[in-house]
């Protein structure tokens, strides 16, 4: 009998210091999963529902029923009016009156009229997934609302809203008990992230958690307009490798007033050499002024639908890139080397509010966008990366830039396409400066000046100008001669205005004023005015001139480089 007490005694025992040892383990596992996901739980509400059910209502009941309807400007009158104005200098937005306007306010539809013709029944669904940093929560929440009011149910999974750890306190309880209170039947998850992970690996926390069929990603201030995610889940149904932009309306900062021409003359998604994104003009004349999908070389990278398994399959993102920019070139580039498309669906559109300014400062104020963009350029971009590291040489050979190991992988992996391939099949338009030239590089006098953008601003226009010979090479004195008579930089041409003055414009690709011919004896003459390029008479950090041709001195220009013809 004791015996038996005994041994059962010990059972007991064991199966308690098993269940004690399961729940430990368990435990340790919980903790690991939530730290690999870096997500906390629901925030402990500071303040009682009491205080919070008062602070959401007294802000409800000073909401202006009307303003902004339609996607009309609005403004606001009195001591609105100046505090308004206040924070447009501060956030870049005007968030008294973002907080007056009717979170559900009503737009207009702004498609073209034949798209609202057009029929489309997806049966697949979509997790919205909406990141944010210190947003404000009026903004934030009528992104949401557009999202539940345009988006019939049955197509969608869920939202997820992916809070990159804001400091501002009223996205702590308050946003929470308005979703808990204001929008409980719908099903929105809020995940919040332990430390600030920078706008990419936010984007991945949230699909880690997604369900639905396709993403589709939504920065902070959007707004969805009628059907617009119909012929998104249509094409991706069509075609799951098809990764899907709709058409970015603005919202302006400053009155919310929804912009929008209806038009089909929409632009798509070019790329800088120095790594930025740019809108181009459709290249091919079939594309114009349709309704269907339209290819776009790459994307603006904060409004994207993409199927789910897609999404992974073709690398997601590149989890070591930080804070703010590059991961749309890197998408991009990704998506078309690999075997998948980019497109513009003219029939699905979204409001984005473009502000001036970033509202939130980054973490050790690191140039995110250049170090992501070096990222990139390494993993994607083969031989003409040389032409990124031209603007950015202190990257090329940098260790911030961080171990590549895994998107270099990741690319053999997925057996992707050259960016030779890219550039010749998705975007023959790209002016490669070195290839699609005469000459390129410097272009000097006898007496050791170059032309020299004097630093405008990629989107400016300005003097061509000259300026003493860099000794090392710099990105402000390089011109190519294209091969069809363009002096340029970029996407800028030097052009012949007011009869003797040369700016640098946005090329044409009519030649006339814009049109050079580089002589045997290295005068650089423009037909349109009959004058030849001139450094006569030039002070340092000038302009040149067109005067007529005289083939002295001031006339004599030589490229560092020539390609042989
Ligand atoms: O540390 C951060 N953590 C975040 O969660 C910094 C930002 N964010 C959030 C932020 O709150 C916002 O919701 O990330 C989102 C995007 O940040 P924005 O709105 O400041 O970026 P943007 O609109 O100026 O920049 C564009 O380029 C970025 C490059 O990294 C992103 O891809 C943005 O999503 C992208 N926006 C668009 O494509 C909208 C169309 C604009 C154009 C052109
Ligand atoms: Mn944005």
């Known amino acids: 009998m004791l015996v038996k007490c005994r041994r059962l005694k010990k059972i007991y025992f064991k199966i308690g210091l098993g269940l004690v040892l399961l729940g430990f383990v368990l435990i340790v596992y919980m903790k690991h999963l939530d730290e690999k996901l870096d997500i906390g739980v629901k925030d402990n509400l ?38 308004g104005e206040k924070s447009q200098k501060k956030f870049a937005l005007n968030t008294v009156l973002s ?49 539940l009011l345009q988006t019939p149910s049955h197509l969608l999974q869920e939202i997820i809203l992916v809070d990159d750890c ?10 929470q008990y308005y979703l808990d209170t204001r929008l409980k039947s719908y099903n929105i998850k809020l995940v919040r992230l332990k430390h600030r992970m ?65 038009e089909l003359n929409f632009q798509v998604g070019g790329f800088s050499w120095s790594g930025h994104f740019t809108w181009i003009d459709i290249q091919d004349e079939n ?39 590059g991961e749309n070139l890197e998408m991009s580039f990704r998506i078309w080397q690999c075997g998948g498309r980019l497109e513009t669906v003219p029939c699905s559109r979204v409001g984005h509010i473009f502000r001036d300014f970033h509202p939130y400062s980054f973490p050790d104020n690191k140039d995110t966008h250049g170090i992501n963009t070096a990222r990139l350029a390494h993993v994607w971009m083969d031989e003409y990366k040389r032409l990124f590291f031209m603007y950015q040489p202190a990257l090329e050979n940098n260790p911030i830039v961080g171990d590549l190991t895994h998107r270099k992988q990741l ?118 005015s009959k004058k030849c390029l001139t450094s006569d008479r030039v002070e340092n950090g000038k302009g040149v001139l067109v005067a007529p041709c005289k083939g002295d001195v001031f006339q004599k220009w030589t490229f560092s480089h020539l390609n042989k013809t």
């Open 46 to 83: 500071v303040l009682s529902e009491n205080k919070l059910e008062q602070r959401i209502s007294e802000w409800e009941s000073k909401i202006i029923p009307g303003l902004g309807d339609n996607g009309e400007p609005a403004f606001l009158e009195g001591e609105d009016a100046i505090e």
């Open 411 to 528: 690319r053999q992996k997925l057996r992707c396409k050259s960016f030779k391939w890219y550039l010749q099949n998705v975007y023959p338009e790209k002016f490669i400066p070195d290839e699609n030239a005469f000459g390129y590089g410097q272009v000097k006098t006898d007496f050791q000046m170059c032309l020299d953008d004097l630093q405008l601003p990629e989107d400016k226009v300005g003097p061509l100008g000259l300026y003493q010979c860099h000794q090392f090479f710099a990105v402000s004195q390089y011109f190519s001669l294209s091969n069809n008579g363009e002096l340029r930089k970029e996407n800028f041409c030097a052009e012949v205005f007011n009869e003797h003055e040369v700016h640098l414009t946005e090329c044409h690709g009519h030649k006339r004023e814009q049109y050079w011919k580089l002589f045997e004896n290295g005068t650089i003459y423009n037909p349109a």
């Open 99 to 147: 907080d007056r306007m009717p979170l559900d306010r009503k737009l207009r539809d702004p498609r073209n009229s034949k798209c609202k013709e057009l029929k489309y029944s997806p049966t697949i669904k979509a997790s919205i997934i909406v990141i944010f940093y210190n947003e404000l929560m009026s903004v934030i929440l009528r992104t949401v609302w557009s999202v």
């Open 287 to 325: 594309d114009k002024g349709k309704v269907k999908p339209v290819k776009s070389p790459t994307m603006a990278g904060g409004l994207f639908a993409i199927d789910r398994r897609f999404f992974w399959d073709i690398g997601s993102y590149d989890e070591q890139m930080d804070g703010w920019g």
């Open 198 to 262: 920078g706008l990419i690996r936010a984007r991945l926390q949230g699909a880690r958690v997604a369900q639905g069929d396709v993403l589709i990603f939504l920065d902070a201030h959007c707004e969805a307009t009628k059907d617009w995610i119909e012929p998104l889940l249509a094409r991706i149904e069509e075609d799951r490798t098809a990764v899907l932009v709709p058409i970015i309306d603005v919202i302006e900062a400053t009155n919310l007033g929804y912009s929008t021409n209806g």
């Open 166 to 175: 804001s400091t501002d306190d009223h996205l702590k309880d308050l946003l």
